[in-house]
């Protein structure tokens, strides 16, 4: 099947049916699973290749700087070739860098394979929010971004419990090897179900100074950018939860490996009912209501957080009561802000969705460390980083909203002074 614009239903309206959304929830497990299946492998592939640990980490490192400069590429090349093409190109390069992966004789080779896995990866994160951008608007849309956001926080779950069953096979090759079955799977089944969403007169001319035009122009938009942003510091509480688990739970909470995956398992629950929870009460109250809601949740639950950390008791069950809601109000925030920052991009969805998926992983990579500043035998450090991101998340998304009201004043009087095109609901 061609990797162009002739895909399902071609030269037909598309519309968001139940089907495409299952789709492309599938699709956002990309990036997390590819992240996250090697991890239970990472001292067998270490000492496989003649190094330590910590080096082989850089794998991920390299593999998330694929992500985020990815995004800003592929987001560009979305709106101006399209975005089945552009996303069936990532998956296939996805699918060439896992071969390179599997085969990696050093730890350089394989480092430069998870740069290309996480440049192809990224085409799954970018598209799928752009043809939600591009093929519905308010509740219908907010609803959507619930579904893959919860889509997006089953990958880490899912991940490593792939990877542990792959690595029983045969060591940590055959975990690669399974990504590449995998990655092979989701360049099928998008070739099969994901059709063109942007139309060959919205799509913007291949021109370098045309496209980086583009994200000069939403970085100018302070209604994008606040609620961008708000989307990306709600993404770095859950990063730093995720960074500082491991030794929350074993070194402060004195817990085994058992009861490290239990609290895992927790965090990921709540993460995906957050999101599930979410879509109905969006569509209900609207996302901006919810998006203050969910933020308030969070810095209330959060907050908690800072005192049992500081003061106590901190045990399993408090850690519980209080990181539950704060990392399932996240959830709700990251699409709610979502919703509302693409809102604002239907003349480049693409470069939209990428521009906010770079702050976000960016976001993520540059404050998650900071979790653990203090050492491995307190909790406080990552309690305190977790709640000022979402104050944080709540400044922006507030420097957003009143953005969002000036243009609309604007509007009434300069019809074109507003980010969003005309017909656009934001």
């Known amino acids: 099947m061609s990797s162009g614009g002739r895909g399902p239903r071609a030269g037909a309206p598309v519309t968001l049916t139940a089907g495409l959304i299952l789709v492309l929830g599938l699709l956002m497990t990309v990036n997390p699973i590819t992240s996250n299946i090697y991890l239970p492998a990472l001292g067998e592939m270490a000492e496989d290749l003649g190094t330590t640990v910590a080096g082989a980490q850089f794998a991920l490192t390299g593999f998330l700087l694929g992500v985020a400069g990815g995004q800003l590429i592929v987001g560009a090349l979305a709106d101006s070739l399209g975005r089945r093409r552009v996303l069936l190109w990532g998956l296939a390069v996805l699918c060439a860098a896992g071969v390179l992966v599997a085969a990696a004789p050093t730890l350089g ?225 990251l699409a709610n802000a979502t919703t509302l920052t693409l809102a604002r991009v239907a003349f480049a969805a693409g470069s939209g969705a990428a521009l906010m998926g770079f702050m976000q992983f960016t976001l993520g990579a540059v404050i998650s460390p900071l979790g653990g500043v203090l050492g491995p035998n307190t909790a406080a450090p990552m309690a305190i980083v977790m709640l000022g991101c979402v104050l944080a998340s709540a400044a922006f998304g507030a420097w957003g909203w009143r953005a969002e009201r000036r243009a609309a004043l604007r509007s009434s009087t300069h019809p074109d002074s507003v980010l969003h095109t005309k017909g656009e609901r934001p």
Not at 120 to 144: E, L, M, P
Not at 188 to 200: F, G, S
Not at 245 to 250: G, I, R
Not at 252 to 268: K, N, W
């Open 109 to 333: 080779v394989l480092i430069a394979g998870r740069v290309l896995q996480g440049l192809g990866s990224s085409a799954a994160i970018v598209v799928a929010r752009a043809v939600v951008s591009d093929t519905a608007r308010g509740t219908q849309a907010a609803r959507a971004y619930s579904l893959l956001m919860g889509m997006l926080a089953a990958g880490p779950l899912i991940g490593p419990l792939l990877g542990t069953m792959l690595l029983q096979l045969g060591g940590w090759r055959i975990t690669f090897v399974g990504l590449l079955v995998m990655s092979v799977l989701y360049f099928v089944v998008a070739a099969l179900t994901v059709p063109e969403t942007l139309p060959k007169d919205l799509r913007t001319p291949v021109r370098i100074g045309r496209l980086l035009g583009n994200y000069r122009r939403l970085v100018r938009e302070p209604g994008y950018l606040g609620n961008a942003l708000a989307m990306g510091a709600g993404f770095a509480a859950l990063a730093t939860h995720v960074s500082a688990s491991s030794f929350v739970a074993q070194d402060v909470l004195r817990t085994d490996e058992f009861g490290f995956s239990f609290l895992y398992i927790c965090y990921a629950l709540a993460v995906m009912g957050g999101s599930a929870l979410n879509a109905p009460l969006s569509a209900r109250f609207g996302p901006r209501r919810m998006l203050v809601a969910s933020q308030l949740v969070a810095v209330a639950s959060l907050a908690a957080l800072v005192v049992l950390a500081t003061l106590g008791p901190f045990t399993v069950w408090t850690f519980l009561a209080t990181i539950v809601p704060g990392c399932a109000s996240a959830s709700a925030l």
